[in-house]
């Protein structure tokens, strides 16, 4: 199967502050993307789909960038309960999701 | 939207004993769920694809006589730990495919821990 990877992190933020994170894919032929969000113990639950045209949802901002093969996902303003494992979903086409390892986010006071 | 379920969220089991977690689509037909298991602080872990009506597809290293699916319809897929023991001690997690979109809607997980 092909490779999903994101940088584990922990990213430690102050409240307030812009974080990014990148989640490149290896399969050029991957057809959707998502952003998953997990909290600790839970199960993951969807964040937002990524769209070719780039979305926005409230303070996240998602982008798919299909030359360099990699999508984004921007969170502006931190909160506190944003704290979270966030994993980069990729979908090749033969419904079988590819999950990236996930990336930490610590947002502090 | 989509609703997933999974049950039981909870267990605790003797060592060489059978637990079976089930994972239902609510809303939807699913005719392929997959089973994950998490230890902690680890990233999801793809066991196996569970197709309605065929044999699941299990990943390297799943031992398929030890973890088995059935998906006899297109709600309900079952993932039975047989003679666990300490080191199945996990998190597991199921999700169904929304046809066309992609998304994959997941089960509340089930928290096993075998003594």
């Known amino acids: 199967r092909k490779e999903v990877e994101q940088d584990p992190g922990p990213f430690n933020v102050p409240e307030g502050a812009t974080v990014a994170f990148n989640c490149t894919y290896s399969?050029?032929?991957?057809?959707?993307f998502f952003w998953y969000r997990q909290d600790c113990r839970k199960e993951p639950k969807l964040l937002m789909s990524?769209?070719?045209s780039g979305n926005e949802d409230g303070r996240f901002t998602a982008q798919l960038n299909r030359a360099s093969q990699y999508i984004s996902l921007l969170i502006r303003d931190s909160k506190l309960s944003d704290s979270a494992t966030y994993l980069c979903?990729?979908?090749?086409?033969?419904?079988?999701?590819?999950f990236g390892r996930g990336t930490s986010l610590i947002v502090h006071p | 939207g989509a609703v997933v379920s999974q049950h039981p969220s909870r267990v605790i089991c003797k060592s060489g004993t059978s637990v079976k977690i089930e994972c239902r689509s609510l809303?939807?037909?699913?005719?392929?769920m997959f089973w994950y298991r998490q230890f902690p602080k680890q990233s999801l872990m793809l066991m196996a694809t569970?197709?309605?009506?065929?044999?699941?597809?299990?990943e390297q290293g799943v031992e398929k006589d030890k973890f088995l699916i059935n998906h006899a319809s297109l709600t309900l897929s079952t993932l039975t730990v047989t003679s666990a023991h300490p080191e199945d001690s996990s998190f597991y997690i199921c999700?169904?495919?929304?046809?066309?979109?992609?998304?994959?809607?997941f089960g509340e997980g089930s928290r096993l821990t075998v003594l």
């Open positions: 999700s169904a495919l929304a046809g066309g979109t992609g998304e994959l809607f």
């Open positions: 399969n050029s032929a991957s057809q959707s």
């Open positions: 990524v769209y070719s």
């Open positions: 979903v990729v979908n090749e086409g033969s419904y079988i999701p590819t």
């Open positions: 809303d939807f037909q699913a005719t392929t």
């Open positions: 569970s197709n309605e009506g065929s044999k699941a597809t299990y």
